[in-house]
């Protein structure tokens, strides 16, 4: 059984700038959610995409948005990068449930 | 509202001595409640899941909570501290409603730092 792997692991993005990060779930899972964990805190709940279609979103902008593909691997595309969405970005993926299983994460920095 | 604390920022224990995170949790429902952990540089891995079969849960490497909704408690124990349980542990609340399916909501993190 494959576990749910993120890339890249790091990326360096300067202020502007837009990113994708993407997510593969683990096998047999048609769920994705993404969160976001700033330094020294717990993560945030960005959204989540049930079969293809965004099913809940935190308190994110509208230029944090996603892509769930029917292979059931997302991406996260984030806009007009800012310092504050330096983070590490972990996406985690669940199976009719909310027992989520989550991946290393990718660590973004705005500079 | 909902919500979860974590009592505990930073928690120091000796090698071998017994570990308690305490965790609160607030709701109108009756949530999902989960232990995660994070070593560093890492992603979380599930410690264990209350699904309201039993309130005495037991999880991986050792690890079990106890659920008391009188008083809105999932606290976090090991009776022995392993070097290798140095770690940040985040308890987690899912509510089950129309608009927070599946929604997981972490509580800031206790810090365990365990000494020889």
């Known amino acids: 059984e494959t576990g749910v792997t993120q890339s890249p692991t790091h990326l360096i993005k300067t202020r502007g700038q837009q990113v994708t990060l993407r997510c593969s779930s683990q096998?047999?899972?048609?769920?994705v959610s993404w969160y976001q964990q700033a330094l020294g805190q717990g993560p945030q709940f960005i959204f989540q995409?049930?079969?293809?279609?965004?099913?809940g979103r935190g308190n994110f902008p509208p230029r944090f948005s996603g892509l769930q593909f029917p292979n059931y691997s997302s991406e996260l595309n984030v806009n007009a990068l800012e310092l504050d969405d330096s983070a590490l970005y972990l996406c985690?993926?669940?199976?009719?449930?909310?027992?989520?299983?989550f991946g290393p994460g990718t660590r973004l920095t705005v500079t | 509202a909902q919500s979860v604390t974590q009592l505990d920022s930073h928690v120091s224990v000796s090698e071998g001595t017994p570990v308690l995170l305490r965790c609160n949790y607030s709701?109108?429902?009756?949530?999902?409640l989960f232990w995660y952990v994070q070593h560093p540089n890492k992603g979380l891995q599930l410690l264990l899941k209350y699904t309201s079969a039993a309130t005495l849960v037991k999880g991986i490497n050792g690890f079990e909570a106890e659920f008391k909704k009188s008083e809105t408690s999932f606290h976090l124990t090991k009776p022995s501290a392993h070097m290798s349980d140095a770690a940040e542990y985040f308890c987690?609340?899912?509510?089950?409603?129309?608009?927070?399916?599946?929604?997981?909501?972490f509580g800031a993190g206790t810090q365990v730092v365990v000494t020889p």
């Open positions: 995409y049930y079969r293809e279609e965004e099913n």
């Open positions: 709701s109108s429902y009756s949530p999902s």
């Open positions: 985690a993926s669940s199976l009719l449930s909310d027992e989520q299983y």
């Open positions: 096998s047999g899972h048609n769920t």
């Open positions: 987690v609340v899912s509510f089950l409603t129309t608009d927070s399916w599946g929604k997981l909501q």
